[in-house]
Structure formats: C-alpha cells, structure tokens
C-alpha cells in the first residue's frame, strides 16, 4: 500500500483470471485461515490480525460488480451477496455489522469500494474479528482462494481506493428532540410564513433532517450527508404563493415566488429564483427570474404593457424577496445549531453560504 492511499502490486505477477485488477476483501490478513460453514456457505474465516482499530475494520469489493443480496443470521451478523461478472464468479462477505451502506441491485463499479464494517459487538478483548468470506461459481465455493487473496492487485496499474473512514451523524431520538426544542424557540421563519417550522428525520437512513415551514410539502431546509462521510449538505427552498390586493387600483394579482438552493452530492450544485404574476381579470402575466447577488431581474414572459402595473409588481416582488433573503439569513443560524447537535459538535465538512454568493458565477 503506498503512502497516497493506493494499492500496487509487481507487473510480473499475473496468475489472477481474466488479468483482473483487484483488492483483497480485507486489506491486511492472516495468512493462515480456516475452512467453515457459515450462513449456510461453506468459506473461509479470515483475521485482520493488524489493523490498529479493531473496531473499524473495513471489508472492500474485490472487484466491480452489482450487489444481489444482503440479509443478516439470526446472531445479528450482517452478510453481502456480491455478483463480479467480469469475473464469472459471486463473493460472499459475512461477519459485518449492521451500518452497511450499501443497497441491494447498487452497482460496485471500482475495486476496493467500501462494504462495511467488521462485526465486533460481544467480542472477547483479545480476540479478533473475522470475515467469512467466500468465492462461488454456479453456487459452489472455490477451492483456491489465493489468487483472491495473495496480493492486493494484479497488475501494475494503481488505482484510487475509496476512503475507507466511517464518519456518519446518526441522529437518534435524543438528538432528534434537541433539534425539535431548537427549532420550536427559532424565529427564523416568522416573516416568512408565519408558520411553525416543523423538523423530521429522513426515514430509512436517519442520517439527515427535513424542516419544512411552509404550507406545501416542500422542505424549506435539508440537511443531508453522504454515507461513510463528514460531508453535510444544506440545501434550501423557498414557496411563497400570495395574493396581492390592489397592485395598482382595481387590479389584483396571483404571486408565486421559487426559490431552489440545491448542493446534492451525486446530481451536483442547481439553484433557481423564479418570480411570477398573473392578474387574471386582466389576462397579464409577467415572469422573471432574481439575482439575489446583483439585486437584477431578468425577464422570460411579459405581455404586460402598462408601465404602472409593471413598476408596481416589481415592487411587490422586491418586497416578497427582501422576506426571503432576510429568512435566508436566519435560517442559517439556525442550521448551524442543528448540525452543532446532528454532529455532536464533532467536526464536519460543511458549508453555510449565504444566498448571494451561490448566483455569483
């Protein structure tokens, strides 16, 4: 393993099938391992017998491929079912623990791509956790496993293995309430809706927070995170849909303000700011998008010919976006006391960029 993190291995060495590029499941090994049956697959019981952590032992793909199964034994013990097709073979990897990231049908698409963990719950001190691992071919185990095994890769070709560090917030129900005390003294959207803000936990993974304090079902702000990380996302939106009484004498307009702030991790940075109006008795309309970092409208759609009524709908609109920046900027503040307690005040990879600078190119 060289000093960057990457795997090497001598070009001369080439007795891998089909010339692979692999890693072996657990990067530093016992040489000397078991036969058994376990989860009802005859494998082989392997030691990390040096990593300095014996609680984070991380257990990766050996190769591409898609995930077909996960299940766990009545122990508790986690197992991954892993199809490598490029190699006409499946891996079995049991003995995880049960922060497994990994979905069925997900694609593995690089050699030492993080699983999981070993599993360590109730282990005698001195003793070591093992992964039962084996390689199956038309549901039979192989044989002989050291091509698998006996060196990290088979060609000279370096590679870039995932990071292999688990530093994920869960939020449990004690953090949960904390944040639900937090955003019930807030303020923060007072001027905004005049609503309550409400906070929910992301179902599945709980590894992240919704707030919504509008009256549609759209998050006003999201924490996320990515798995295995200490990366946060805070993304947020903002609806306002009103009717405005009398914009110029006798003429009533629908407003619809939107405004996406989205920092997502796979579908990368989108943001948006999108203010319309429509009077319906007069069958005008006038659309266009702000710049909250210039202070600029840029109009799409415009029928509207009647300056007054123009002048005076930007006017609403700037006073439906002064709202916003300045909900903005107390929603940071508050975001940052939920990632203090989502964190455990822990540090995080995070940034809470004020609205203006996400437009600014």
Not at 293 to 307: P, R
Not at 325 to 351: C, G, H, N, S
């Amino acid at each position: 393993m060289l000093e960057d993190g990457r795997f090497s291995c001598p070009g001369s060495f080439g007795s891998l099938p089909l010339g692979a590029q692999q890693v072996a499941p657990l990067v530093a090994w016992n040489e000397t391992h078991e036969l058994s049956e376990d989860y009802g697959v005859i494998g082989w019981d392997l030691i990390d017998d040096q990593t300095e952590d014996r609680t984070r032992i991380p257990v990766l793909a050996m190769a591409g491929g898609t995930i077909r199964e996960i299940g766990e034994d009545e122990q508790g013990r986690r197992y991954l079912v892993v199809d490598h097709p490029s190699l006409g073979i499946s891996a079995f990897y049991g003995g995880l623990n049960d922060r497994i990231y990994r979905t069925e049908g997900e694609e593995i698409y690089n050699p030492g791509q993080l699983l999981g963990y070993l599993l360590t719950d109730n282990l005698p001190e001195d003793q070591r956790p093992a992964l039962h691992f084996a390689v199956m071919s038309g549901g039979e185990t192989l044989g002989d496993l050291a091509p698998y095994l006996q060196y990290a890769m088979a060609s000279p070709v370096k590679i870039n293995v995932f990071e292999v560090l688990d530093l994920t917030f869960e939020i449990n129900e004690e953090k949960l309430a904390l944040m639900d005390a937090i955003v019930a003294e807030s303020n923060a959207y007072s001027e905004y809706t005049g609503r309550r803000a409400v906070i929910e936990r992301m179902s599945i993974q709980q590894t992240g927070i919704l707030l919504t304090a509008q009256a549609t079902d759209f998050p006003t702000l999201n924490i996320s995170q990515e798995a295995g990380t200490n990366k946060l996302y805070i993304d947020r939106g903002y609806r306002l849909d009103e009717t405005v009484r009398d914009v110029i004498p006798g003429a009533d307009g629908n407003f619809l303000i939107n405004v996406n702030l989205d920092r997502s991790p796979t579908m990368g940075n989108h943001t948006s700011y999108e203010c319309n109006a429509y009077f319906p008795e007069l069958q005008v309309w006038l659309n266009t998008t702000y710049d909250p970092s210039t202070g600029q409208y840029s109009t799409t759609d415009v029928n509207m010919e009647d300056e007054a009524l123009m002048e005076a709908t930007y006017a609403v609109f700037d006073e439906m976006n002064g709202r916003i920046l300045r909900t903005d900027e107390r929603a940071l503040d508050l975001a940052l006391q939920l990632i203090q307690v989502m964190t455990d005040e822990q540090p995080a990879e995070y940034k809470l960029e004020p609205m203006a600078s996400l437009f600014q190119e």
